[in-house]
């Protein structure tokens, strides 16, 4: 069994006890070890992999602490914003004396932090709370379900977020617009501005870096920081509403952000796919928080293809004839795309040296793939380079 104090409030401290019944006698020198879900329990300033401290319970209802345990192995590991998480804790000598079989063993962890983002997942996460002898070879082992919902800050999320792009087409170059207002706090003055964007959303348009503007006073935003990691491009800056103290609540920051562009395909509408803005205080204590925004427009992917012409070098019939197509893309193209060809129906028929070059006579990767009409088995319904 598994519980967390005062709930699950997101970003704030906790503690988590822990109540297992062995199968199987421990000796003194026997050991458990447990393994946290990725991303759940934070050291407790987020930034540097602080010790967590360990305490025996007499019992998991009264939490009544027995004595604290300094026999601690403790591993951790970063998320995609650089912030330590409890990966696994190894508690050595939990029985000095030797504890029998079926006997139940309670501990406490504290203090850790929250989780900083909102996730929707939590309930469903598994702990690996294991034995382990001297040598250590696994004696019991057994996976538990926390089941625990993320409560958001009193106050949050923001009154409201939205991001908007100025093109919509993939891999166009675009500015993305962003406003956020806090309804029912204030800004706190020096505050940071920290978005959480996915690369399934943006990428960086080049390598001169980003720039923030305050789109009311169409201004730019100074020391606007951009960090990047396998999932989100990772923006920050300090607040520009205060004026000597915290800004007054009710307060909307309206901006922009030029130097990204849009993915070369349109995401998912799911989770992973929507952006995070977080207000930071001292760049690590998150006091407010928005997810889910997705930006608007989607990116479109239906484009039409210009200058197209298609030549072949002989119009006899019968005779093999090379076709030559050109055509202009509209947007970048990665790396990966495929171009889908359909012939209209007896215009061509596939010979045994078909194949697919680019204008350099280079030999492109083309399959073909013909009509299925049982009379006339050679001609050539589509191909794919």
Not at 42 to 70: G, H, P
Not at 300 to 318: H, N, Q, Y
Not at 323 to 347: E, H, I, N
Request: hydrophobic letters at 35%.
């Amino acid at each position: 069994m598994i519980k967390r104090s005062n709930g699950v409030l997101q970003a704030t401290d906790s503690k988590m006890y822990f109540q297992i019944r062995i199968k199987t006698p421990l000796t003194s020198t026997d050991k458990i070890q447990v393994e946290f879900p990725a991303n759940t329990v934070y050291s407790s300033n987020y930034d540097s992999s602080v010790d967590l401290n360990a305490y025996k319970l007499n019992n998991l209802e009264s939490k009544t602490r027995d004595s604290q345990l300094s026999s601690l192995t403790q591993t951790f590991k970063t998320d995609d914003q650089s912030k330590y998480y409890l990966a696994t804790l190894v508690i050595s000598s939990f029985c000095p004396s030797g504890c029998p079989a079926d006997s139940y063993l309670y501990f406490e962890v504290d203090t850790f932090q929250n989780p900083l983002r909102l996730r929707s997942d939590l309930n469903t996460l598994l702990y690996t709370i294991s034995t382990v002898d001297s040598n250590n070879y696994f004696i019991d082992q057994s996976t538990l379900n926390a089941k625990y919902v993320l409560v958001p800050l009193s106050g949050f999320p923001l009154a409201s977020a939205t991001l908007g792009r100025a093109l919509s087409t993939v891999n166009a170059a675009t500015l993305v617009t962003v406003s956020l207002k806090a309804a029912t706090f204030k800004v706190i003055k020096d505050s940071q501005v920290n978005l959480m964007i996915p690369l399934s959303q943006f990428l960086l348009a080049s390598t001169s870096g980003l720039t923030c503007t305050n789109t009311v006073s169409n201004t730019v935003i100074p020391n606007c920081y951009l960090t990047q990691t396998a999932t989100h491009l990772n923006v920050t800056f300090t607040e520009f509403c205060s004026s000597g103290s915290d800004c007054s609540v009710d307060t909307t920051l309206a901006f922009s952000i030029s130097g990204l562009k849009n993915a070369p395909y349109n995401p998912s509408p799911s989770f992973a796919n929507s952006v995070t803005i977080n207000l930071l205080q001292d760049y690590r204590h998150l006091y407010a928080s928005v997810s889910g925004i997705f930006p608007t427009p989607n990116i479109k992917t239906s484009l039409f293809l210009t200058d197209l012409s298609m030549t072949r070098s002989s119009d006899v019939a019968g005779t093999e004839t090379t076709l030559t197509m050109r055509f202009r893309v509209p947007v970048d193209l990665p790396t990966s795309t495929k171009v889908f060809l359909q012939l209209p129906p007896y215009a061509f028929y596939k010979s045994s040296t078909s194949k697919c070059q680019n204008e350099n006579g280079k030999d492109l990767t083309c399959s073909f793939q013909e009509n299925s009409d049982p009379s006339d088995t050679r001609r050539i319904n589509s191909y794919v380079s």
